[in-house]
């Protein structure tokens, strides 16, 4: 009998569970459950949140705290690092892999098992076409970090880029969250977000993830299903917004134990 797998997301927008309040918006973690079985996804990735503040604010502490042997500890962060906002900016190779490292530590001395997944591309194209790199060099920094200390790495930041350039300007307003107005309840005015995903989008960077877990051996090719199988964007689940938001309260530790993070 096939015992049972968990997987911890620690990460920003990209990765978190969106509420039904915010469909068809979703981030690739709350997706990840529909390519494995066996497997509880403990998705605490948090909008808004950097490497630092997510570690500052007690988000970590509460992983840790919860954390147990073989457990996987995805992490990726990237999105707001960049963001000169007080206590969430990093610089790439400096404080942003100094908080990166905490989490590698934090985990193995608990005798889980970080991953690092660098962060998906944003849409942005120039009126020729050409696709712009925002993300800047953190995903570089994670990629050198991910080598110095061991680290599986999913690289679906390059994954990413591949296939934006290939769907290209219009492609890739199925992926991202693009609505007209009138499209969605939930966005009367219609939007065009050219950072967050849609369920497509969500899905596909999931199956990215999947298989890569898969691939690198991070899971039994048991843990794994659907990986070549088409997915319907209506298969991505939505939690009432009450959930979510009694979710984020609670998966809070003391800020005082971020001290007792290894660095």
């Given at each position: 009998?096939?015992?049972?797998?968990?997987?911890?997301?620690?990460?920003?927008?990209?990765?978190?569970?969106?509420?039904?309040?915010?469909?068809?918006?979703?981030?690739?973690?709350?997706?990840?459950?529909?390519?494995?079985?066996?497997?509880?996804?403990?998705?605490?990735?948090?909008?808004?949140?950097?490497?630092?503040?997510?570690?500052?604010?007690?988000?970590?502490?509460?992983?840790?705290?919860?954390?147990?042997?073989?457990?996987?500890?995805?992490?990726?962060?990237?999105?707001?690092?960049?963001?000169?906002?007080?206590?969430?900016?990093?610089?790439?190779?400096?404080?942003?892999?100094?908080?990166?490292?905490?989490?590698?530590?934090?985990?193995?001395?608990?005798?889980?098992?970080?991953?690092?997944?660098?962060?998906?591309?944003?849409?942005?194209?120039?009126?020729?076409?050409?696709?712009?790199?925002?993300?800047?060099?953190?995903?570089?920094?994670?990629?050198?970090?991910?080598?110095?200390?061991?680290v599986p790495l999913v690289d679906l930041n390059e994954w990413s880029?591949?296939?934006?350039?290939?769907?290209?300007?219009?492609?890739?307003?199925?992926?991202?969250?693009?609505?007209?107005?009138?499209?969605?309840?939930?966005?009367?005015?219609?939007?065009?977000?050219?950072?967050?995903?849609?369920?497509?989008g969500a899905v596909e960077c999931a199956r990215f993830v999947a298989r890569e877990m898969c691939s690198k051996g991070l899971l039994?090719?048991?843990?794994?299903?659907?990986?070549?199988?088409?997915?319907?964007?209506?298969?991505?689940?939505?939690?009432?917004?009450?959930?979510?938001?009694?979710?984020?309260?609670?998966?809070?530790?003391?800020?005082?134990?971020?001290?007792?993070?290894?660095?």
């Open positions: 009998m096939t015992s049972r797998a968990r997987i911890f997301l620690a990460g920003d927008s990209t990765v978190a569970g969106r509420p039904r309040s915010m469909a068809p918006m979703a981030g690739w973690g709350q997706a990840l459950p529909l390519f494995l079985r066996h497997t509880e996804v403990v998705n605490a990735a948090r909008p808004g949140a950097s490497s630092r503040s997510f570690l500052e604010r007690g988000r970590l502490s509460w992983i840790l705290r919860n954390i147990a042997g073989d457990d996987l500890l995805l992490v990726s962060f990237g999105l707001i690092d960049m963001k000169r906002a007080e206590g969430r900016f990093t610089e790439p190779f400096h404080g942003y892999q100094h908080f990166l490292r905490r989490y590698v530590l934090g985990a193995r001395a608990r005798g889980a098992h970080p991953v690092f997944v660098t962060s998906h591309e944003r849409r942005v194209f120039d009126r020729h076409g050409n696709m712009g790199r925002p993300l800047g060099l953190y995903p570089e920094a994670m990629r050198e970090l991910a080598a110095a200390l061991s880029i591949a296939q934006w350039r290939r769907q290209g300007p219009e492609g890739t307003r199925a992926l991202f969250l693009h609505l007209r107005p009138g499209e969605h309840p939930n966005y009367p005015r219609g939007v065009a977000d050219n950072t967050h995903l849609r369920g497509r039994a090719p048991e843990y794994f299903r659907d990986l070549d199988t088409r997915v319907a964007e209506m298969a991505v689940a939505f939690a009432d917004d009450r959930v979510v938001e009694r979710l984020t309260r609670s998966r809070v530790g003391p800020t005082h134990e971020t001290e007792m993070v290894p660095s």
